[in-house]
């Protein structure tokens, strides 16, 4: 398998590869979003974080939000960002999985990024959002599909931390926004599952063209 992005360190990616993979799985406005990435990676490799946080969230959220039994014929499937693009849609897991390891991949160290799930209280479900810190201490950042606008997790009080994880540990909350370390992320079998699939050798195929 060709790995294509890790959760462990800054990869480098092959553009025509993944261009081409685009276009041959799901279609040429699939390889065209393709492009559109591989610009907005470009033109964010020299902005400073903040600014590149606010471009890869508008960018992600521009995709259509769909549930995965719709879009994938299975009750919870984990996109790779690829899969992602292709698609031209996701859940919320997707969302903030191509935001993660797009930011990773703009320089982002892993330590400032965790994916967390929430209880999002208005809709009353399960959610992912990715959670920034600037700092150790820092109260994160929220980037997020169903509110656009990054904010402080301080005024989100609409989603109750559950658990998050990077690309090596995962924390699970107690009280209060209080996480503790719960070890490695590799517990996660959706987690590890995905990492495994990070290539183009083997692309899921939606259900639902979303173009």
Not at 102 to 126: C, F, H, W
Request: proline share 4%; charged share 25%.
């Amino acid at each position: 398998m060709t790995t294509i992005l890790n959760a462990k360190k800054t990869s480098t990616l092959n553009q025509s590869q993944i261009i081409s993979a685009l276009n041959s799985n799901y279609g040429e406005r699939a390889g065209k979003r393709g492009k559109a990435w591989f610009r907005l990676m470009d033109d964010s490799y020299p902005l400073d974080e903040q600014k590149q946080l606010e471009k890869v969230n508008n960018f992600f959220n521009l995709l259509y939000f769909t549930d995965d039994i719709t879009l994938w014929g299975v009750s919870n499937y984990w996109a790779t960002p690829i899969e992602f693009l292709g698609a031209n849609g996701g859940d919320c897991e997707d969302f903030a999985i191509a935001k993660y390891f797009t930011l990773l991949e703009l320089g982002i160290p892993d330590k400032k990024m965790r994916i967390s799930m929430v209880k999002a209280v208005t809709l009353n479900q399960y959610h992912m959002v990715v959670s920034y810190y600037q700092t150790p201490s820092s109260v994160p950042l929220i980037l997020d599909n169903i509110n656009g606008k990054i904010k402080p997790a301080t005024k989100r009080k609409d989603l109750i931390p559950i658990y998050s994880f990077n690309g090596k540990q995962l924390w699970l909350n107690k009280k209060k926004s209080q996480y503790v370390l719960a070890g490695k992320s590799q517990r996660l079998k959706r987690w590890t599952d995905l990492n495994e699939r990070m290539g183009i050798s083997n692309l899921k195929q939606p259900k639902l063209r979303m173009e």
